[in-house]
């Protein structure tokens, strides 16, 4: 079954980071580009980074630059974020998903990423307060 499995969400006081991990089965995860994705409600999901097969990786959000970083285990066919100095505006629900198809370079701007989404995960919930 192909699938993707977000973990490492959880409750960050601001200032703090985390790294949130992107586990995939069914498929050889080095052979896609992959973002990231967050959440809240009553707004649109928002491409956060996305990082291609060559390792080169774009950040979508202004806010994110210099403060994520993404980054792939292929022994563990694993993609993580990392986030830190993390703002209250960070708390969402985070998702991954590939990008299509196999090999594919991501897309210079956001909304072109969203259109060319494979596999999405179940999100996992990221909370920032104190």
């Known amino acids: 079954q192909v699938q993707l499995v977000e973990s490492g969400g959880g409750l960050v006081q601001p200032g703090g980071s985390l790294r949130l991990a992107c586990a995939a089965s069914?498929?050889?995860?080095?052979?896609?580009?992959i973002g990231w994705f967050r959440q809240v409600p009553g707004k649109e999901r928002e491409p956060v980074i996305c990082?291609?097969?060559?390792?080169?990786?774009?950040t979508y959000v202004d806010s994110v630059k210099g403060r994520g970083t993404i980054s792939r285990d292929n022994a563990k066919n694993t993609a993580y974020l990392d986030l830190e100095s993390l703002k209250p505006e960070d708390a969402a629900v985070y998702y991954c998903?590939?990008?299509?198809?196999?090999?594919?370079?991501?897309?210079?701007?956001?909304?072109?990423?969203?259109?060319?989404?494979?596999?999405w995960g179940q999100g996992t919930q990221v909370t920032v307060s104190s």
């Open positions: 069914g498929f050889t995860l080095e052979d896609y580009g």
């Open positions: 990082m291609g097969i060559t390792g080169f990786s774009t």
């Open positions: 998903a590939t990008v299509m198809p196999r090999g594919r370079p991501c897309p210079t701007y956001a909304t072109d990423l969203l259109q060319v989404i494979g596999v």
